[in-house]
């Protein structure tokens, strides 16, 4: 077709125009794509003969493959295989076939096709779940992309026939659903598709292919602002995502109502059970508790606002004391037991309370006694300190700082620094070790879909202290991965995931892959510790307040002792009275390091319990 370009006109001009630069490997990536969609669309004009056409087609895209993995470049093939049995793909990218009808896409296109679509998306979808997501997504195009292809999967499978089994139709929609909240979690930190180049392509999910931003009266395309771009591209892909979650919901209802009618009984068939009335009045009991429990805990909460403070100030201070985790719906699950943990979390829908913050003097007397068990971490403790007492004094009501970094050699006492300022404070406190871990489902959750499915620790936690604020420790944040592990496909690296954690706008909007629906996590405090600073991205420092806390002298050796004969009576559930006492000064002449130091007062409690007896 090139060797003939000049002498072609039209529709064969363009492809071959298109088809130039879709193989220039001097070009940039998203240029290529460009071209090849430009190619591809024109291909069916110059070419209606259908075997010709797949075979030309997949050579093309065979050409471009190996430097142009990605989303795109799978819409790209679903599109090439779609047109060849006459669908157009246009109609696909619109939402004119989106219906809640279980026969929809059946109905449009018939069955063989719609069968023959499926199939196709199934096989392009198994390359999302292999490969990380931090290589599938390599700016904003490739996440409009694949938003595109999970919106068409999830609908898709729910255009299956109701006489097939429901379950791997809901795992296949929840997977789905749980890797495109992890999309939207990339969005804000996703480059434009031309870094310095005003966009000029549609960023809506729905875009019909060939459309431009263009001015109604000249007819030239309109540069797009690309943060106006990537707020447009968030705001539609959570509406689409609302949408196919309850869509998914309102399935399950129709499959139940209908499959227990339709699907005849044979030998060796077993057909759908109706959910027992037991297993819905479980969910609902649980979901009345867990609503009870959080307006029980608000309640007590209001109380001791109104021993503390006048009436006259508690309706300015109200707001400021309490915040609400979920404000949407949480989208259910079918699976009974998956309904039961889900109905547990609706007590998050209800405003919960703020930790207070003491009054000054009852803050400083607290803080003194931070630096008579830490006397080496001075520093440390003024960095949180100084933030809270402003704000106390300014009359602010409830605790809040910027995130902090303890940077020390192993042994410092950096963990037990951040669990004493939780219990000397009052906050739950709340230890993540994302040192070592690969991939972010500690923060994020596990998607329904598999069978570890859960929560995060995070959301447990706010759950089941029925608080909207804890103290999390993020421990050794230097050791954590920049990279998604290769055996996980639906999870980001963990720095990654770190940064919309720590981002005040994006943790208001934190989607937990279980939940599957956004959690305001603006009101946790962070302390993170770390040995050293040079693995630590520079995106996730500046994110950070990083504070030394040196290593201890001997001097502070008594000190340290006290502190360990408080965690081990703690960890054995015991008063501290009645912890044996110790040689303090010999412990600390024989102790080479913190750590000895630690193991030595352990093991002198053991021996010297074992030696006098247990006390009366």
């Given at each position: ?27 940039a990536?998203?240029?290529r ?7 591809l ?8 003969e ?92 490739e ?114 109502a ?41 309640a ?10 006048a009436?006259a ?65 001075t520093?440390?403790?003024e ?53 070592g ?60 995931a ?18 599957q ?6 009101k ?93």
């Open positions: 077709m090139l060797a003939s370009a000049d002498g072609l006109t039209g529709a064969a001009l363009s492809a071959a125009e298109a088809l130039r630069p879709a193989l220039d490997e001097r070009l990536r998203l240029d794509l460009d071209a090849l969609d430009r190619c669309g024109w291909l069916p004009v110059v070419m209606p259908p075997r010709a056409l797949e075979c030309l087609s997949h050579e093309l895209l065979r050409a471009v493959a190996p430097a142009l993995q990605g989303p795109r470049h799978r819409e790209l093939q679903l599109r090439s295989s779609a047109v060849q049995v006459g669908i157009a793909w246009s109609h696909l990218r619109t939402g004119a076939w989106d219906t809640d009808l279980p026969t929809g896409l059946t109905e449009r296109l018939g069955a063989q096709q719609s069968d023959w679509l499926r199939n196709e998306m199934a096989s392009v979808m198994n390359l999302c779940w292999r490969e990380p997501l931090d290589e599938q997504l390599h700016d904003t195009e996440a409009a992309a694949l938003i595109r292809l999970l919106r068409l999967y999830v609908l898709l499978n729910l255009d299956t026939s109701l006489s097939r089994s429901a379950q791997p139709m809901l795992n296949a929609c929840a997977r789905a659903l749980g890797l495109w909240a992890e999309v939207e979690q990339r969005l804000p930190q996703l480059p434009t598709p031309r870094p310095g180049v005003p966009m000029r392509r549609p960023m809506g999910l729905y875009a019909v292919h060939g459309d431009t931003n263009q001015d109604e009266a000249s007819g030239a395309a309109q540069p797009q602002d690309p943060d106006t771009a990537h707020q447009a591209l968030l705001q539609d892909s959570r509406q689409a995502r609302q949408q196919a979650t309850r869509q998914v919901a309102g399935h399950t209802d129709i499959i139940a209908v499959q227990p009618a339709s699907t005849p009984s044979s030998p060796g068939s077993f057909p759908v059970v109706p959910r027992s009335l037991a297993g819905e009045v479980a969910i609902t009991a649980a979901r009345e508790a867990s609503v009870a429990a959080s307006k029980s805990a608000l007590a909460h209001e109380a001791a606002l109104a021993e503390r403070y009436p100030a508690l309706d300015a201070l109200r707001p400021h004391t309490r915040w609400q985790v979920i404000r949407e719906p949480i989208p259910e699950m079918r699976d009974k037991d998956d309904r039961l943990t889900l109905a547990s979390y609706e007590g998050l829908r209800v405003p919960l309370p703020l930790v207070l913050l003491p009054e000054v003097a009852a803050l400083e007397v607290r803080i003194t006694q931070l630096h008579g068990e830490f006397p080496w971490a520093q440390a403790i960095v949180a300190a100084g933030e809270m007492l402003a704000r106390r004094r300014l009359g602010a009501v409830s605790f809040a700082w910027a995130p902090i970094l303890l940077v020390g050699p192993p042994g410092t006492g950096k963990t037990r620094l951040a669990r004493r300022l939780a219990e000397v404070m009052g906050l739950v406190f709340l230890p993540l070790g994302v040192g871990s690969s991939d972010s489902r500690l923060l994020t959750g596990t998607s329904r879909g598999w069978a570890s499915g859960e929560p995060s620790p995070i959301v447990r936690t706010l759950r089941d202290r029925r608080l909207a604020q804890i103290l999390v420790l993020l421990d050794e944040v230097d050791k954590c991965s920049t990279h998604g592990s290769t055996r996980t496909v639906n999870a980001a690296p963990m720095q990654a770190l940064l919309g954690l720590l981002e005040p706008e994006s943790s208001r909007n934190w989607i937990d892959g279980y939940l629906v956004p959690c305001d996590l603006s946790l405090l962070f302390v993170a510790t770390a040995n050293r600073l040079g693995t630590i991205e520079a995106a996730l420092m500046s994110r950070l307040q990083p504070v030394l806390v040196p290593t201890p002298e001997r001097q502070h050796y008594p000190v340290i002792v006290q502190q360990v004969v408080r965690d081990v009576a703690s960890d054995w559930g015991l008063p501290v009275e009645v912890m044996p006492a110790l040689d303090v000064s010999g412990l600390a002449r024989a102790a080479g390091s913190v750590r000895e130091l630690v193991r030595l007062v352990r093991r002198e409690i053991v021996r010297e319990v074992s030696v006098s007896g247990a006390p009366h």
